[in-house]
């Protein structure tokens, strides 16, 4: 230990030392010069000559100079001088190169940085675990990642969603898990007040909220940074347990950082709540959606959070939480303990599913329960809707960044082949004064790593700015706070990682060939005609070089080309509605505290005002946008059509207003759209989509038949009127027609119609307690314009506040912006791809370039003799341009076979094209050639100038 | 063999500067020098730009402080002085010596005395 000490002690001292040498060294000249003086004197006091005790006491000290250099060998690290003596050296020679160095850190500053950036995101989306205690043991239970609330499906048979007396039972018997906990599937938009600031004129704010259960924090292993998280006790009662927990982030932004916060009252949608606690700065949650959660609260605050009707009674029928559970140890890491827990989830789910069904099940559908599965799906990263998202474009995005970086690292060795060969005499020439050939070698890799630690320093800050920007469109304009473009420790290593190896990649072949050349001993003068003549050996690795460059970025074009073409497809096919002069706004009603009876006069309101505002041209109101990630879907039953057993009879709905069909321009293939003229106190009408016509009357009967919706508030029976054009409504690449069914927003009931038989009425004679119809609410203003649509955002806002100030208008976009958004993913992933490959092919291009110049230089004698001889012009031109025509061949056939192998990698990405589109693969393959046949013609020319005098004379 | 040699003599010139500051507290480089030719009776053919490499040694270890000063026919000089973690070590350091003397003494003394055939 001591020994260990006294080593780090002497460490430091020659660090320091190291630090202040010159002010050392002068110390030590002086006190040697003190030291020859003492002996001086002593020597004269014996008796001796001046000069005699002068060269007495030099000889005793053993040499002035020599007694130095002892000293500085103390103090410093001797095996430093050398490693410092190449860092100087490598310094001068790249200040005399000052056009090679600055396309070297610039390239190597854009590979490396392109690599930091993406693999910053890859780290966050990717790989970083949730900051809870062992996340290796948490498992989703099915798929968790989108969210909403369903109706009238089986357990396990609709992605992951659960009902809450399900969820319940599970908390309370977790079997072999160590614990179960749910949360609600989606985190709905709240309004937070002070509870004592009761004045209405504190403007509240929104925050997004989460319900989870009682053990949701315990399962997860998370504590509180203030306070505590919620218990089982609070959500034991359904409707009491009003406690909140915070997010970090809104307790800084919204709270003010309060200290005291804990034990205080806030309100949500109007309901006080207490505030118990804070969570960690890291803490997300398990799901991490777009926005982040600010608060969370127990699922028996449903009613009040979600703003609807309790589902917080047994058979329900309504599926809206996930479940997750925590593994115990040893089923975290055997596979036979793995499966006896998913055994027992899935008979659980069974169960539950008999449960549900009642009494007599057939034989038949008991075939069916006992495939139900429910499957554990490892998260230690939790769920994330990026990372279902963006994930395997990010990972195609790391593979390219690489092939990128390869591409410039191709490009550097071969520039420092040709350094090299310049310098040949210069090499040659330290040999032979007895530098080892270890050392030369060492003094090339100090150049290489010098040049990658300086560019990916540069690239770091690249990173920084591209991260910035990658961050703010994935995360949609949203303050995304769960990701960070600043780099982390992981970054940090990978950086230093990549740049090392970079350096390792581009500097090792050159130096080794550097080293090699003392062998022929080039001291003579005609180093030049040796690598010029007899070179054909020597220009083996450029070529190479030059051949992977050419398929590398030939297969880099295919990818960009197939993912471009996908993204026109996207863009280009027809979604049934206009796309054009179109504005949209999410508006929230509830959030305003207005009931649902209070809509229809809210909605006369905003479609008179909005109407009135100049260079719009007609304005409708609807549930949905024509097309958006979310719907409202229920079963159908047409009149007259009778299902199959299992058909799918799944129809997404919209409510619209008058003028709704005219306004999002989707026309009426046969009889009427739904207009102002149909009202509450008029006969229920519906417009279907032509897929729904065609499906359920082929004979086209469907106008005058009745169709009634599986939803007991909407339940009609409507009347269908009108046919309308099939719209793409939610995925863009959902090629099957999507069935709507379209029902008028003023002829929804405003209170739920008593269903014979339900419990709910039948419980309570109470008279006229009836319960209020939510889904009278619009939730989407859409205004056609006769301009540009962005430019009447200001005019609806100001219309929107002039109704009611407190009415939140939450996302107001064009319809363009709505349709990319849903498709940002292509969007991004095909922009960026194309970058890199452009950039590839730039490189690619530099290189051939440089290496085709290079050869001429080199081949100038030869070129000059043939000419003398009284070669044509065009056979020497044909000569160099051959000479890159082969590397073109090459590289292109082996580049095809290594591209439709890779594209197989990419084809889920892909739409409306194979993965092998000859289009793509044929543009490629002449881009490529183009490039490489230009950046050989402009040298090939040169060399047909060359001066047969002039190349000869050197001679 | 020749760095294993140069070992011996560094660790001994070491000691023999401790040993000299010990005795004769604050010193100068040549008088510490002239201090151990002395007492060596001259038998140390001593290169006394080495006593200057040990000297940055043993200050690197904390062993020895140095300070600017007058010496005694107003010279300017620098002079050392021993530490207590010198002290710490020039004990220890003794002690091995002397061990080490005692045995190569005896295991000589045993060559000499079996060595007859």
Redesign the interface.
């Given at each position: 230990m001591t020994s260990f000490r006294?080593s780090v002690?002497?460490f430091v001292?020659?660090v320091l030392?190291f630090c202040r040498e010159r002010q050392l060294d002068s110390d030590?000249t002086?006190?040697?010069e003190?030291?020859l003086?003492?002996?001086i004197?002593?020597n004269l006091r014996a008796g001796m000559s001046p000069k005699e005790a002068r060269r007495e006491a030099l000889l005793?000290?053993?040499?002035f100079e020599?007694?130095r250099q002892?000293?500085r060998?103390?103090?410093a690290f001797p095996f430093f001088e050398p490693f410092l003596q190449d860092l100087r050296f490598t310094f001068r020679s790249l200040r005399k190169s000052p056009g090679f160095t600055t396309v070297a850190i610039l390239t190597l500053a854009l590979g490396i940085g392109a690599n930091t950036a993406i693999f910053t995101l890859i780290n966050q989306v990717l790989l970083r675990k949730l900051a809870v205690r062992d996340p290796q043991q948490l498992v989703a239970f099915g798929d968790s990642i989108f969210g909403g609330i369903a109706g009238g499906i089986d357990l396990g048979g609709f992605g992951g969603y659960f009902p809450w007396d399900f969820a319940w039972q599970l908390e309370e018997n977790p079997g072999p898990f160590q614990g179960i906990g749910a949360y609600g599937s989606f985190s709905s938009k709240v309004t937070v007040g002070q509870a004592t600031a009761a004045s209405s004129a504190e403007p509240s704010l929104l925050a997004t909220a989460s319900l989870v259960s009682g053990n949701y924090f315990a399962v997860l292993g998370a504590q509180a940074l203030l306070g505590r998280t919620i218990l089982p006790s609070d959500d034991a009662t359904p409707g009491s347990g009003a406690v909140a927990v915070v997010s970090y982030h809104f307790w800084r932004q919204s709270l003010s950082s309060d200290p005291a916060i804990v034990g205080k009252s806030i309100t949500i949608n109007g309901v006080p709540f207490d505030v118990v606690g804070v969570m960690h700065e890291a803490f997300y949650g398990f799901k991490q959606e777009l926005e982040p959660t600010d608060l969370w609260t127990p699922i028996s605050m449903q009613p009040a959070v979600l703003q609807q009707p309790t589902m917080l009674v047994p058979h329900s029928g309504l599926y809206f939480l996930h479940i997750f559970g925590r593994l115990s140890p040893q089923a975290a890491t055997s596979k036979s303990a793995f499966a006896e827990s998913q055994n027992w989830l899935n008979q659980q789910v069974r169960l539950g599913i008999r449960a549900n069904e009642g009494g007599s099940i057939t034989p038949e559908r008991e075939r069916e329960i006992e495939h139900v599965s429910v499957p554990l799906v490892p998260a230690a990263h939790g769920v994330s809707l990026i990372r279902s998202q963006y994930g395997d474009s990010l990972k195609i995005l790391m593979a390219v960044v690489g092939v990128v970086l390869l591409i410039a690292c191709a490009n550097l060795a071969n520039s420092l082949l040709a350094r090299g060969a310049t310098r040949q005499r210069e090499i040659a020439t330290r040999l032979a004064l007895g530098s080892s050939r270890a050392r030369v070698v060492r003094q090339s890799l100090t150049e290489t790593l010098l040049l990658s630690a300086v560019g990916s320093v540069l690239g770091l800050g690249l990173a920084f700015a591209a991260t910035r920007a990658l961050i703010a469109f994935v995360s949609q304009g949203k303050a995304d706070i769960t990701m960070s473009p600043a780099p982390n420790l992981a970054v940090m290593l990978f950086t230093l990682s990549v740049a090392f190896v970079t350096a390792l990649l581009f500097g090792v072949a050159p130096a080794v060939i550097f080293a090699r050349i003392g062998h022929r001993g080039s001291l003579n003068s005609s180093a030049r005609t040796a690598q010029g003549g007899g070179g054909r050996s020597s220009r083996f690795w450029p070529k190479t070089l030059v051949t992977a460059q050419v398929m590398l970025s030939m297969l880099l074009l295919i990818g960009a080309g197939l993912l471009l073409r996908t993204l026109r497809n996207l863009q280009d096919q027809d979604y049934g509605f206009e796309r054009t002069h179109l504005l949209l706004a999410n508006f929230d009603e509830s959030l305003a505290r207005y009931q649902p009876h209070q809509a229809p006069a809210l909605h006369q309101l905003l479609l008179e005002r909005l109407s009135a505002i100049p260079g719009v041209r007609s304005v409708a109101l609807s549930a949905t946008p024509p097309i958006s990630d979310g719907a409202w879907s229920s079963n159908i039953s047409p009149a007259g059509y009778t299902p199959a057993p299992k058909e799918n009879m799944v129809s997404i709905l919209n409510r619209v207003s008058g003028k709704y069909f005219e306004t999002a321009g989707i026309s009426i293939l046969a009889g009427r759209p739904i207009t102002a003229a149909d009202t509450a106190s008029s006969l229920k009408v519906a417009v279907v989509s032509e897929s729904i016509a065609k499906r359920y009357y082929p004979l086209g009967q469907a106008i005058g038949r009745n169709l009634t919706i599986g939803i007991d508030s909407v339940r009609g029976p409507w009347q269908i009127v009108g046919i309308a054009r099939d719209t793409k409504s939610g995925n863009p690449r959902n090629t099957d027609p999507v069935r709507m069914t379209y029902i008028p927003l003023a002829q929804i009931d405003l209170f739920v119609p008593d269903q014979p038989g339900t419990p709910t009425s039948t419980a309570n004679a109470r008279p006229i307690a009836r319960e209020e119809n939510h889904d009278c609410y619009a939730g989407t203003i859409l205004l056609r314009t006769t301009g540009d649509p962005a430019k009447t955002v200001a005019d609806l806002r100001a219309a929107v506040a002039a109704i009611d100030p407190n009415l939140p208008l939450l996302d107001v976009k064009t319809i363009q912006d709505q349709v990319s958004n849903l498709i940002a993913n292509d969007e991004l992933i095909s922009a960026l791809m194309t970058l890199f490959s452009l950039l590839a092919l730039l490189l690619a291009a530099i290189g051939l370039y440089g290496v085709m110049s290079y050869n001429v230089v080199q081949r100038t004698t030869e070129i000059g003799v043939r000419i003398a001889l009284g070669a044509q012009l065009r056979t020497v031109l044909w000569m160099i341009l051959r000479e890159s025509l082969i590397l073109l061949v090459i590289g292109v056939g082996l580049g095809l076979p290594l591209a439709v192998a890779a594209t197989r990698g990419i084809r889920n990405q892909l739409f409306g094209l194979s993965a092998i589109d000859p289009v793509t693969f044929v543009s490629a393959i002449a881009v490529v050639s183009a490039i490489i046949l230009l950046s050989t013609w402009l040298p090939a020319r040169r060399a047909t100038r060359v001066d047969p005098v002039v190349a000869l004379r050197y001679e | 063999m020749g760095p294993s040699k140069l070992d011996l003599l560094q660790g001994t010139l070491d000691v023999m500067v401790l040993q000299t500051l010990e005795t004769m507290g604050s010193l100068?480089?040549?008088?510490i020098?002239?201090r151990i030719e002395q007492v060596s009776g001259n038998q140390v053919l001593?290169?006394?730009?080495?006593i200057?490499?040990s000297l940055?040694?043993l200050?690197?270890?904390?062993w020895i402080s140095a300070e600017w000063g007058m010496?005694e026919?107003h010279?300017?000089?620098?002079f050392y002085s021993i530490t207590k973690g010198g002290r710490k070590q020039l004990a220890e350091d003794a002690a091995y010596w002397l061990r080490l003397s005692g045995v190569m003494g005896r295991v000589l003394a045993m060559q000499e005395g079996g060595g007859k055939r």
């Open positions: 006294k002690h002497v001292a020659r030392n030590s002086r006190e040697l003190s030291h003086q003492l002996h004197d002593d005793k000290l053993g040499g020599q007694a002892y000293c060998d103390q103090r | 100068h480089g040549y008088g020098a002239r001593l290169n006394q730009g080495t200057y490499a940055v040694r200050q690197q270890r904390g010496s026919n010279r300017k000089a620098k």
